[in-house]
C-alpha cells in the first residue's frame, strides 16, 4: 500500500516540476521583453534595459529557471518584498472561502442528485435537474454582481465586501463570507447534482441492486446500503476535478468582493505585470490543485475494495 | 450439392426501420425540444454576430452627452449608458467577438485533444506515459489562472486567449479521447486491421477515430459552453478585450458601479445576453449528449 | 387465497397450490410511443418440487417472461394480461409490501452472470447474511447461518470466502454464492435464469450436480431458463419451448427432445449436431428466414414466414396450444405430422472425398511455443512449450477452458501477440516473424481470422462493402474492375446479396454479420482461417447456417482451420484432428475419433462427460467429477498440472514430475503416467467412431 501511494507521489512531483517549466516559460521565456511588459509601453528604453538585467533575461535559460527556482517564492516587483509572507496568508484566505464553499456544495449536490435519481422522470428530479443546468451557466461575476445588488446594496442585509474586520469572531467572518460564497455554489452545484445523479441511477439499475431488490430487501436498504457505496465513489473524483473549476470562480469572486485571497494576489500581479509573484501565485494553486487531486486519487483507491486489495498485495 | 441452389437467408434480418445511425441522431435531435429551443437562440446571436452592425439602431460607438443614464424607452429600447451610447446596439454587436473566439478556442482544443488522444491511447506505454505527463500538468491550471498569466505576459489579443484557451482544453479533451480509444482498441476489428498489415496511422485514424466520434462532438459543445464563460469572465477582469469595444463582459464591468446609482438597465441586458447564450449552448450540448448516447 | 405463512414446512402434508402457476401471460415494452407486445399467451405451470424448462432462441422472451413474474421489468415494461399465481398467491395484485415479502421467503432468482449480480464493495458473507437479517435473526446469527449455505453449496474453504469481495472469486465459487444466497430462505420456486452459460464446462457440470442435489434436499420447485437444450434435458421435468415471445410446445422434457411436435422444435433439433455426425457425411439443417421483429405480431401463426409445412390456414388462422397426447401440448395446425417437416439442406453430401484421412503437406508448425505474461507483478503462464502442426485442408480443433490457452496460441500464430524467445513458428519451412507487422505481405494473407464476436470484429462505422473491399485491396491486391468482379463473387459465396453491401453492421442479423467477415477473412485467398469461437455468439438455428458454410468454403477454396471452441459437439462435428489444452499445456492430441473415445487423457475424459448433450436417452451416464476450481495461469500447479483435479491421480509422480506429451498410437499423443494399456483398461472398451458412449 505504501509503495502505492509512494508511486503516486512520484508521478505526481515530476508532473509539479513540468509545472514549474510551464510556469516559468509563461512568464520569462515566451514575453519576447519581460522587463518591457512589467515597464510597460512607456517605460524608457534604459530603464526597460536595466530591468532586464536584473531579471537575469541576458542568462541562459537554465541558469534562469535555475535561479527562480532557488528562489522560490523570489521578490515581488510591485511590493518589492519577499513573496512569501504575503502569498501565504493569502493562501489560506483564499482556503477558507473554498472549504465554505465546498461544504456547502458538496452535501448540497450529492443530496440533489441522490434525490433527483430516486425520483427520476418526476418533476422534483426535473426541477433540480433544470436549476443546476441553468444555474451552472451564469458565471461568477454575472451572479455577484446580482447579489452585491439585491442583498447588500438594495436590502443591505450582508455586507458588500468580503473581509472582516480585523479581530472578529468566527461568526461574524462567517457572516462576511456568505455573499461570496454563494456564486461558487451556484455554478458548481448543477455538475456535482447531474454526476450524482447518473451514478446513482447507474446503481439502481445495476444488477446488484436487483440482486438485493429481489431477496425482498427493502426499498431505503437498497438504495443506503448497495446503491448508493457504489454510486458515490466515483463522485469523491469528480469533486476533485470541479476544484479546478472553483479555484477559478475564486479569483473572480475574491476580485469582486475585495477579499485578500491568492485569487486576488494574482489579479493584482497580472494587471501590475508583476512576473515573480504572478509566477509563485499560479506556481502555487497549480500545485494545490495538484493535491487534490492526488488526495482524492489515493482516497478512492482506499474506499475501492478492488483496487485497495490489489495495491496492498 | 452446391451451396449456391440453396436459398439465402431473407431480408427481414434487418432491424425495422434504421436507415443509418447518423440520420437517427439528426431526427432525434430534431424532435428533442432542448435542443430546438437552444438552437434558435444560438441562431439569434449568430444573426446578431455577423449582421450586427446591419441590426444595430444605432452606431455601439456613438456618444451622445446629452443623453447619457437614460432609461428603456422607444428610442432606446435598452435604454443608454454612461456615454449615451444606445445599450441595444452595444448588446447586438457585442455578440460578435465572443461568438469568434470561443468556437475557435474550442475548436483548436478539440482537434488538438483529440490528436493527442489517439496517441496516448493508442500507443500507451512511454508515449502515453509522456505525454500524460504533460496532460496532467496543464490540468493542474486552472483556465482563469493560466489565462491571467498569459494574457499579462504575452499581450492582451484574441489570438492570445484562443491559443490558451485552446491549449488548456487540449488535455481536458486528450483525457476524454484517450479513455473512449482505449476501450476501442481492444475490439477485433483492430486486431483484424493490424493482421492486414495496416500501419498505425491508418488504424487510429480511419479506423478508431469514426468511432470515438461521438464523445469528441459532446465534448466540444459542453468545452464551448465553458470557452464562452472564460472569455466573458476573463474580458470581465479587464485582462482582454478593451473598452470602447462592444463586448458584454466589458459593459458590465465599465457599469457595475453606477448600479446602486439606479441605472440597473446597463448591467441587466448584458448579462441576459450572457446568459441566454451560454444555456443555449447547454441545452444543445445536454441533447447532442443524449441522442448520441441512446 | 391463502396466506403466505414465513416458514413453509414442506414435511406439513397440506394440500398446497403449484408453485407457479401462469396463465395467458402477456407482457408489453414501450419504445418510441409504441407498445410491443413481447411475450404473448404464455401459459405454463411448475408443481411442487417439479423442474420446468424455458428454452428458446435470442428475442423468445424467456428472460422477460421471468422478470415479469417476480415483476421487476425495465421502466418501459409492463404486464398487460395474464395471471401468474406463486404458491397460490396472485403476483400481479400484491401491493408493494406483500410483494417484497414474497420475494424474501416465496421466491428468489440465480442470474447468468454472478459477478454482476453481487456488490462489489460488500463482503461475499454479509450479503449471504442480509438473507438472514431480514428474517429477523441478529448480525452474529446470520453470519453463522451464511457460513452454513456456503457449505452446503459444497465450496471448501467457507470462512474464507465469507471475507472475500466478489472480485476475488472465481465465476463457479461466485455462482455457487449467488445460489447460497437464493436458497437461503427456502424458496418454494427458484428461477434460474441462464445460470451456467457463462461458466466453463467442467464447472458447469459441478453447479449443475449441485443444483439437482440441492433440489432434492430443499424440495424446491425450478423455473430453469436457457437457450441450451443439453443443459434443460439434464435439469428439467417438463419444457416449454418459445418462439417470438410464444409458446410452441410443451411437454416432458425427454420426449419433446425425442419427438419434437412443432416444425419449429423439429428444426431446431436438426441443427445441432449430434454425435453420428460428421461434416463429412451429413449436413447440418438450418431453419430458413429470420426472426420477426420484436412485437411483430402476424394474424396466423408467428412462425409461418419460416415453416416447411405452412399452408394457407396458418396465415388467417392462428394456432392455439393443441393437447397433444401424453400431457403435451402443440401450438401447431398440423402437429401430428410435424415431424415429416422436409429439410432445407439435405443430409447426404455426395461429392466428398471420404471421411477423415491423412491430409497434405504440413503448413504451419509451431514447436515449443511459450507465453508468458506479466501484469502487474504476477507472471501469468498462457502457454508453456506446445507444439503442433497444421496440415493442408484439415480442420484442427483446439479445445479447452479458461486459462487453457487457446486463444492465446490462435493469437501468437496470427501474430497478434509475440511469443517467448525460443519458440518458432514457420510457415512453408519459412520462419514467421513473432508480430503481424513484421512478416512477409504473402505470410500476411495465407493466415486470417474469423473472430467470436462480429459486433467487436467489424468496425461499425463502415459499410459492408469498405470492410470487404479493403481486405481485397490489401491482402488480395485487386483494383477497380477486378477488385469490384471479386467482391460480388465473394458476396454470393457467403450468401449475401449486393443489397447488403451499402448497409453497416448495425443493419444486420448476428448471422449476416458474421458471414461479412468470413467474407472478409478470405478475401486474399487464405490458406489457413484461424475459427475462433466464430458461432459462440449466434442462435442454434444461425449457428448450422455458418458452420455448414465454413465446411463448403474449406473445400473449394482449399483452407485449413484451426478451430476454437467450448462447445465439444460443434468440435466433434467439424474437426479431423484435435489438441486439448489445459492451462497452456497440451493434453492430449490426435485425430478426432481416436481423442473422443477411450483411450483418452482423463482430462478429456471428464470434459466429454462434463457436457450435457441430448444424446441421454435412458441410459445413466457415469459423470467424471472434477473436484474444486481451475487453477490459475498465475498459479500452476507442480508437475502435471492436471493433478489437482485428476480422477485418475497415481500419486507423487503426478505431483512432482510433469508427463511429456507422448505419442501412444501414430499420430495420437497423450500426456499422462499412465500407459496407455492402463488407461484403455480403466475407461472401459474401446468403441467405434460412431457407437455410443461408456
Not at chain 1, 472549504?99 to 442528485?113: C, H, R, S
Not at chain 3, 391463502?2 to 395467458?24: C, G, H, K, W, Y
Not at chain 3, 453420428?276 to 420477426?292: E, F, H, Q, Y
Request: aromatic share 6%.
Amino acid at each position: 500500500m505504501v509503495r502505492f501511494i509512494l508511486k503516486r507521489l512520484g508521478l505526481a512531483l515530476i508532473t509539479l516540476w513540468l509545472l514549474s517549466v510551464i510556469v516559468f516559460l509563461l512568464g520569462q521565456v515566451l514575453p519576447a521583453d519581460p522587463a518591457r511588459s512589467i515597464l510597460g509601453p512607456l517605460a524608457a528604453p534604459s530603464a526597460v534595459h536595466v530591468l532586464d538585467h536584473q531579471l537575469g533575461v541576458d542568462k541562459p535559460v537554465l541558469t534562469q529557471y535555475w535561479n527562480w527556482i532557488s528562489n522560490f517564492p523570489g521578490t515581488s516587483y510591485q511590493y518589492q518584498a519577499p513573496i512569501g509572507p504575503i502569498l501565504l496568508p493569502a493562501l489560506l484566505r483564499s482556503l477558507k472561502l473554498g472549504t465554505f464553499a465546498l461544504i456547502i456544495l458538496v452535501p448540497l449536490g450529492i443530496i440533489g442528485g441522490v434525490v433527483s435519481a430516486l425520483n427520476a422522470g418526476k418533476p422534483i428530479d426535473k426541477t433540480i435537474t433544470i436549476v443546476g443546468q441553468s444555474m451552472l451557466t451564469v458565471p461568477e461575476f454575472v451572479s455577484g454582481i446580482v447579489l452585491i445588488v439585491v442583498f447588500a446594496v438594495e436590502l443591505g442585509w450582508l455586507p458588500v465586501t468580503a473581509t472582516a474586520p480585523p479581530g472578529s469572531g468566527f461568526f461574524t467572518q462567517l457572516k462576511y463570507l456568505i455573499l461570496p460564497v454563494i456564486p461558487l455554489v451556484m455554478v458548481l452545484f448543477g455538475y456535482i447534482s447531474r454526476m450524482a445523479r447518473v451514478g446513482t441511477v447507474e446503481a439502481l439499475d445495476s444488477d446488484y441492486a436487483r440482486t438485493a431488490t429481489l431477496k425482498g430487501l427493502p426499498r431505503g436498504v437498497v438504495v443506503r446500503r448497495h446503491a448508493l457505496r457504489n454510486s458515490l465513489l466515483p463522485t469523491i473524483t469528480v469533486i476533485a476535478t470541479q476544484t479546478g473549476y472553483l479555484i477559478g470562480g475564486l479569483v473572480v469572486v475574491e476580485v469582486l468582493f475585495r477579499y485578500n485571497g491568492i485569487g486576488e494576489l494574482t489579479f493584482n500581479a497580472s494587471t501590475q505585470h508583476d512576473i515573480p509573484m504572478l509566477e509563485a501565485c499560479v506556481l502555487t494553486i497549480g500545485a494545490f490543485y495538484m493535491l487534490v487531486t492526488l488526495v482524492a486519487d489515493i482516497g478512492y483507491s482506499l474506499l475501492n475494495p478492488r483496487i485497495r486489495l490489489k495495491a496492498a498485495e | 450439392m452446391s451451396i449456391v441452389d440453396i436459398p439465402v437467408e431473407d431480408a427481414g434480418a434487418l432491424q425495422a426501420g434504421r436507415s443509418g445511425v447518423r440520420q437517427e441522431v439528426f431526427r432525434q435531435l430534431l424532435r428533442s425540444p432542448t435542443f430546438i429551443v437552444g438552437a434558435i437562440v444560438l441562431a439569434i446571436w449568430i444573426i446578431c454576430a455577423i449582421f450586427g452592425p446591419a441590426l444595430a439602431p444605432h452606431s455601439p460607438y456613438a456618444q451622445n452627452l446629452e443623453g447619457i443614464n437614460k432609461a428603456p424607452s422607444s428610442a432606446h429600447l435598452f435604454g443608454t449608458d454612461q456615454l449615451g451610447r444606445d445599450m441595444l446596439s452595444r448588446v447586438i454587436v457585442g455578440s460578435r467577438d465572443i461568438l469568434i473566439i470561443a468556437p475557435l478556442a474550442t475548436l483548436l482544443g478539440t482537434v488538438l485533444g483529440t490528436v493527442i488522444g489517439l496517441l496516448m491511447g493508442y500507443f500507451r506505454g512511454f508515449v502515453d506515459d509522456v505525454l500524460g505527463r504533460f496532460v496532467e500538468a496543464f490540468l493542474a491550471i486552472p483556465l482563469i489562472v493560466a489565462g491571467m498569466i498569459a494574457l499579462s505576459t504575452l499581450g492582451r489579443s484574441n489570438l492570445v486567449i484562443i491559443i490558451v484557451i485552446g491549449l488548456l482544453f487540449t488535455p481536458l479533451i486528450a483525457r476524454t479521447v484517450r479513455a473512449a480509444v482505449l476501450l476501442e482498441r481492444e475490439l477485433d476489428y483492430v486486431a483484424a486491421a493490424r493482421l492486414r498489415g495496416e500501419r498505425a496511422p491508418y488504424i487510429m485514424f480511419v479506423e478508431i477515430l469514426p468511432n470515438v466520434f461521438a464523445p469528441i462532438m459532446v465534448e466540444f459543445t459542453v468545452r464551448l459552453a465553458y470557452a464562452i464563460f472564460a472569455v466573458l469572465t476573463l474580458t470581465y477582469l479587464g485582462l482582454a478585450v478593451q473598452p470602447p469595444s462592444p463586448d458584454w463582459a466589458v459593459d458590465i464591468q465599465a457599469n457595475y458601479g453606477v448600479v446602486p446609482a439606479g441605472y440597473w438597465w446597463e448591467v441587466l441586458f448584458d448579462a441576459l445576453a450572457i446568459a441566454t447564450l451560454v444555456v443555449a449552448i447547454s441545452l444543445m450540448s445536454d441533447s447532442v449528449q443524449k441522442a448520441l448516447e441512446g | 387465497m391463502t396466506p403466505i405463512s414465513d416458514t413453509v414446512r414442506r414435511e406439513d402434508n397440506l394440500p398446497q397450490a403449484d408453485a407457479l402457476d401462469v396463465e395467458n401471460l402477456e407482457i408489453t415494452y414501450r419504445v418510441r410511443g409504441r407498445g410491443l407486445r413481447v411475450v404473448r399467451d404464455v401459459s405454463f405451470r411448475v408443481g411442487r418440487g417439479e423442474s420446468f424448462g424455458l428454452v428458446g432462441e435470442s428475442g423468445c422472451g424467456k428472460s422477460t417472461i421471468a422478470l415479469g413474474i417476480v415483476r421487476y421489468l425495465a421502466r418501459n415494461g409492463s404486464v398487460t394480461g395474464g395471471k401468474v399465481e406463486i404458491d397460490g398467491r396472485d403476483v400481479l395484485a400484491l401491493n408493494a409490501s406483500d410483494l417484497r415479502k414474497l420475494r424474501q421467503n416465496t421466491v428468489s432468482m440465480v442470474y447468468q452472470e454472478p459477478g454482476r449480480a453481487l456488490n462489489p464493495t460488500i463482503k461475499v458473507g454479509r450479503q449471504v447474511a442480509e438473507v438472514f437479517q431480514l428474517a429477523g435473526a441478529s448480525k452474529a446469527e446470520s453470519l453463522d447461518r451464511a457460513q452454513e449455505m456456503l457449505e452446503k453449496v459444497r465450496i471448501s474453504n467457507p470462512a474464507g470466502v465469507m471475507n472475500r469481495y466478489p472480485h476475488q472469486l472465481s465465476g463457479g465459487m461466485l455462482q455457487r454464492v449467488v445460489i447460497a444466497m437464493a436458497l437461503a430462505a427456502q424458496p418454494s420456486l427458484l428461477i434460474l435464469d441462464e445460470p451456467t452459460t457463462a461458466l466453463d464446462a467442467t464447472v458447469e457440470a459441478e453447479v449443475l450436480e449441485l443444483i439437482s442435489a440441492l433440489r432434492t434436499e430443499f424440495g424446491t420447485s425450478f423455473l430453469f431458463i436457457s437457450h441450451n437444450l443439453g443443459v434443460i434435458a439434464k435439469m428439467c421435468d417438463r419444457v416449454g419451448v418459445l418462439y417470438a415471445g410464444e409458446m410452441v410446445e410443451e411437454g416432458p422434457a425427454r420426449e419433446v427432445f425425442a419427438n419434437p411436435r412443432h416444425p419449429y422444435a423439429v428444426g431446431l433439433l436438426r441443427c445441432i449436431p449430434r454425435r453420428d455426425m460428421l461434416k463429412a457425411n451429413r449436413a447440418l439443417d438450418t431453419i430458413p428466414g429470420s426472426l420477426p421483429a420484436p412485437g411483430d405480431v402476424p394474424s396466423g401463426c408467428i412462425f409461418a414466414d419460416r415453416c416447411g409445412l405452412v399452408e394457407q390456414r396458418c396465415r388467417t388462422e392462428a394456432p392455439p396450444l393443441y393437447d397433444v397426447d401424453g400431457g403435451r401440448r402443440s401450438r401447431c395446425h398440423f402437429h401430428e405430422r410435424a415431424q415429416t417437416l422436409p429439410r432445407v439442406i439435405p443430409p447426404e453430401r455426395e461429392d466428398v472425398p471420404g471421411e477423415r484421412q491423412d491430409r497434405g503437406a504440413v503448413l504451419v508448425n509451431a514447436a515449443d511455443v511459450s507465453k508468458t505474461f506479466h501484469m502487474e507483478g504476477e507472471t501469468i503462464y498462457g502457454l508453456v512449450d506446445v507444439s503442433i502442426e497444421l496440415r493442408a485442408g484439415e480442420t484442427l480443433g483446439l479445445v479447452g477452458e479458461s486459462g487453457s490457452g487457446k486463444t492465446t496460441l490462435a493469437r501468437t500464430l496470427l501474430g497478434l501477440t509475440a511469443p517467448d524467445k525460443g519458440s518458432e513458428i514457420t510457415l512453408d519451412g519459412q520462419a514467421l516473424a513473432e508480430t503481424a507487422g513484421k512478416r512477409t505481405h504473402e505470410q500476411e494473407k495465407a493466415l486470417q481470422i474469423v473472430f467470436q464476436n462480429p459486433d467487436s470484429a467489424l468496425n461499425r462505422r463502415h459499410s459492408v462493402q469498405r470492410l470487404i473491399s479493403r481486405a481485397l485491396s490489401r491482402l488480395g491486391g485487386y483494383r477497380g474492375e477486378a477488385l469490384m468482379a471479386r467482391l460480388k463473387k465473394l458476396i454470393s459465396e457467403v450468401r449475401l446479396s449486393e443489397r447488403h453491401l451499402s448497409m453497416r453492421p448495425a443493419q444486420l442479423s448476428g448471422g449476416l454479420k458474421q458471414r461479412v467477415a468470413i467474407a472478409r477473412a478470405f478475401a486474399g485467398d487464405p490458406r489457413i482461417v484461424v475459427c475462433d469461437e466464430p458461432t459462440s455468439a449466434l442462435d442454434v438455428s444461425v449457428q448450422a447456417a455458418i458452420l455448414n458454410l465454413l465446411n463448403d468454403l474449406q473445400r473449394t477454396e482449399d483452407v485449413s482451420y484451426l478451430f476454437i471452441s467450448h462447445d465439444l459437439g460443434v468440435v466433434r462435428y467439424l474437426a479431423d484432428r484435435i489438441a486439448v489444452l489445459y492451462l497452456g499445456r497440451i493434453m492430449e492430441l490426435g485425430p478426432a475419433d481416436q481423442v473422443f473415445n477411450p483411450p483418452q487423457h482423463p482430462y478429456t475424459e471428464a470434459l466429454l462427460s462434463a457436457v450435457p448433450t441430448l444424446e441421454n436417452g435412458d441410459v445413466e451416464r457415469e459423470r467424471i467429477q472434477l473436484e474444486g476450481e481451475i487453477p490459475s495461469p498465475a498459479n500452476p500447479p507442480t508437475g502435471c498440472v492436471f493433478h489437482t483435479r485428476c480422477p485418475r491421480f497415481l500419486g507423487d509422480i503426478c505431483v512432482n514430475t510433469e508427463p511429456p506429451l507422448a505419442e501412444s498410437e501414430p499420430g495420437h499423443a497423450i500426456r499422462c503416467h499412465i500407459p496407455l494399456d492402463e488407461l484403455r483398461r480403466l475407461q472401459g472398451k474401446e468403441v467405434s467412431v460412431a457407437g455410443a458412449d461408456n
